[in-house]
Structures are given as structure tokens and as C-alpha cells.
């Protein structure tokens, strides 16, 4: 039998960020995992950093984790891997005043983004297509990680600050006394004792919490990302295209990285158990879909790809807090994709949270587990209008 103050089940960009931020606060931390660190989707993540989102309470986790990616030597120590150059979101005329929307209220949370012309934004980026753009909002600041060097990293930084890792160790089961988690049963049949318990497993988070009653309804969903060679000198920022329907990013200095979320999706595929590889029909139409606005890749030839499995809500947002009615019981899970972005403020808020009762980087109540059982799903006013396959919501 172990003991720790606290137990996070789940090795991912998130778990290690907990773990690390729950460590700062001298505080025992055991994290599980079944495989190993940055074994399961964060290690297949795109690891876009930018801050366009259409709900505020999100923009405000990226644009928070933003200030940790810029400092990551002096805040985390090694290298994440983080390359700014630059983020464009384009739009068509039926999405122009939504984007006008969305960055009004992301200017207001502060962030760094204004809205550009066609014109303006070809500027920046001479190597576009834009004609069928009516109009950008353009992130200076925004860029890329690395995310298994993001979450290595984060790791050591924890390990360092005294954290432990069973790794592997699958967690079974989560034991509970008096209303209180009390215990992480593993698949060997070992108790690991804890005050606190932080569920943090991506699309096995229900198989734990379901059991307690306390079952997201997680969905997961299979997403693919490829790489393409392109020429050298050929520079491009990242970009999220609503109109041709992908997003794609540089990767390095002869490498574009592009994705859809939701590509021939299957209906309940298993995270132990899928296709790893691109499908055909994939790369042909995400390679289509980017070289639509890069024009000059339209030659680029196929040299990887992967596919991973996205931990999916009903209304496409993360559920970060306390699990109602079993206290020290936890969870972040659900991202829906966009979890490596914001991961550094959520292991901050979160920490907070389970270590004071309340967090200050970030204001989490907007993410309560306790909105799908009161029906009050997340909503917004100004989401975009996305072409077949894009995936998740912005």
C-alpha cells in the first residue's frame, strides 16, 4: 500500500501539468498511468498554442497557458518546443461578424488579436491563397509546441519537486469511505491511499467515474493528423481555415503539419484497441483542403502521420472540477481536442482548486462536472459555421 496527498490518474500534458503545480504547493503527489508518460493523445496532439476561441471562459485558460509557453526554461525548465509564428483563423463572408464577435470579446479578456483584411492579412502571409477570405483575426504571439518534449518536461520538472510516478500502473478502480475518495485500486489489486483523487485519463476517465455515478458521458472520437514535406524557404503561420475546412501549422523548417477532427468518424471507437495510421482518404483530402490556401504545397509529398483518440463532450468543452457528491474526487477530462493549449493554466487552476478549495488563475466554475446533469450545457453565441469533418468546436 502507498500514500500520497493526492493521486492523479493520468500521465498526459494535463495530469503531469497538475502534478507539477500540485507539487509547487509542497504537496505528495502519486501519479498513475497504464503505459507511461505522454503515452496516450498528447503525444498524437497537433500542439497548436493560440488563443482564438468562441468561448470566453476557454480563451481565458490559452491565453494564460500562453505566458507559460513564452517562459517555459524560466517557469518549468527544458524546452518545450514552443515556436511562435503567428495564428490566422479565416473566414468567409457567412462567418465575418461572428469572427468580428469572437475577437471583440477576446480582446477584452486581453488577448492579443486584431481582425484583418484579405488584403492586410496577405501581407503577413504572402504565400496564401485569399481571395475567397472575407476576413482574418490574426494572433501575432500564437505559434506551436512540442508535445511529448511539453510533457517530458513537465514531468521531470515534477519529479524534481518530489512527485512520484507508478508507471505502468493502471487504476481500476476508486475506492471511496464516508463520501469521501479514499483510494485508487490498480489492476494488480494494490490500494494507493489518498486525501484527494484527480481523474485526468482522457477517454477512459467514465470507466472510473461511472462506477461512482458520477459519468461524464464522454464520446470518444478519432482524429488523424499528417505531415507533409514542403519546401524550405516556403513559410507559412498556423492556421485555422473555415473556409477549405482544416487546420494546419508549420512543423520545422521543411514540415507542414495538417488535421481534421473528425474525419470518417466511427461510432465508438476504443482507445486500447484502433487504427493508429492515416487513412487513405485522409491524407488525399486534408493534403487537398491545406494546399487549397498554400498553393505552393500542392506538389508536397506525404512523410507521416498518425491518429489518436479525442476524449468528446456533449457540448464540446472541457469538464474541469469536483465531482458532485463524492468529495476529494476530481476530474479533468473532456477536452474535446483542445486540451495541450490550455494545459498549463488548467494544471494551475486545478491545483488550486484541490489544494485551496477555490482556484485564482482561472475561473473553472464555468467547466463544472455538474452541467450535465442540470442540462445547462455550454453554449455560445458566435460559433462559426464549419465545413464536413473540421471536428471540434472553436
Not at 498526459?12 to 503527489?29: F, P
Not at 483584411?117 to 496564401?128: H, N
Not at 458532485?324 to 494544471?347: D, E, H, N, R, Y
Request: charged share 20%.
Amino acid at each position: 500500500m502507498t500514500r500520497a496527498d493526492v493521486i492523479v490518474i493520468g500521465a498526459g500534458v494535463v495530469g503531469c501539468s497538475i502534478a507539477y503545480h500540485l507539487a509547487r504547493q509542497r504537496i505528495r503527489v502519486l501519479v498513475l498511468d497504464k503505459a507511461g508518460i505522454c503515452a496516450g493523445m498528447s503525444a498524437r496532439s497537433g500542439a497548436l498554442v493560440r488563443m482564438h476561441y468562441t468561448y470566453a471562459p476557454e480563451a481565458e485558460l490559452a491565453w494564460q497557458s500562453l505566458a507559460q509557453f513564452e517562459n517555459w526554461r524560466e517557469t518549468v525548465g527544458g524546452d518545450c518546443g514552443f515556436t511562435r509564428c503567428g495564428f490566422a483563423i479565416v473566414v468567409g463572408a457567412e462567418n465575418a461578424e461572428r469572427l468580428r464577435a469572437n475577437v471583440a470579446m477576446l480582446k477584452l479578456a486581453g488577448v492579443e488579436t486584431e481582425v484583418l483584411s484579405a488584403s492586410e492579412l496577405g501581407r503577413l502571409e504572402p504565400a496564401a491563397r485569399l481571395d475567397d477570405v472575407a476576413l482574418a483575426a490574426y494572433e501575432p504571439r500564437s505559434g506551436y509546441a512540442d508535445p511529448v518534449a511539453t510533457t517530458r518536461s513537465l514531468a521531470e520538472a515534477a519529479r524534481r519537486l518530489g512527485v512520484e510516478f507508478a508507471i505502468p500502473c493502471e487504476a481500476a478502480a476508486i475506492r471511496t469511505s464516508g463520501g469521501r475518495a479514499a483510494a485508487v485500486i490498480d489492476s494488480a489489486g494494490h490500494a494507493h491511499e489518498a486525501d484527494a483523487v484527480c481523474v485526468v485519463a482522457g477517454p477512459w476517465s467514465d470507466r472510473l467515474l461511472k462506477p461512482l455515478g458520477a459519468a461524464i458521458g464522454i464520446t470518444p472520437e478519432r482524429a488523424q493528423i499528417a505531415f507533409f514535406r514542403r519546401p524550405s524557404e516556403l513559410r507559412h503561420c498556423v492556421y485555422i481555415d473555415t473556409i477549405a475546412g482544416c487546420y494546419f501549422r508549420p512543423h520545422g523548417d521543411d514540415l507542414t503539419m495538417a488535421g481534421l477532427g473528425a474525419w470518417n468518424p466511427e461510432s465508438a471507437p476504443d482507445p486500447d484497441n484502433f487504427d493508429e495510421h492515416n487513412d487513405s482518404g485522409f491524407i488525399e483530402t486534408v493534403h487537398r483542403r491545406f494546399t487549397h490556401r498554400i498553393p505552393q504545397t500542392a506538389g508536397a509529398p506525404y512523410a507521416r502521420g498518425h491518429a489518436g483518440i479525442y476524449d468528446t463532450t456533449a457540448d464540446g468543452r472541457a469538464v474541469l472540477g469536483a465531482v458532485p457528491g463524492i468529495g476529494g474526487l476530481f476530474v479533468a477530462a473532456g477536452f474535446s481536442g483542445t486540451g495541450f493549449k490550455t494545459a498549463p493554466a488548467v494544471g494551475a487552476a486545478m491545483a488550486e482548486l484541490i489544494a485551496n478549495g477555490a482556484s485564482r488563475t482561472a475561473d473553472l466554475r464555468a467547466f463544472d462536472p455538474q452541467r450535465f446533469r442540470t442540462g445547462r450545457l455550454i453554449a455560445t453565441d458566435n460559433d462559426y459555421r464549419m465545413p464536413a469533418n473540421f471536428g471540434h468546436k472553436l
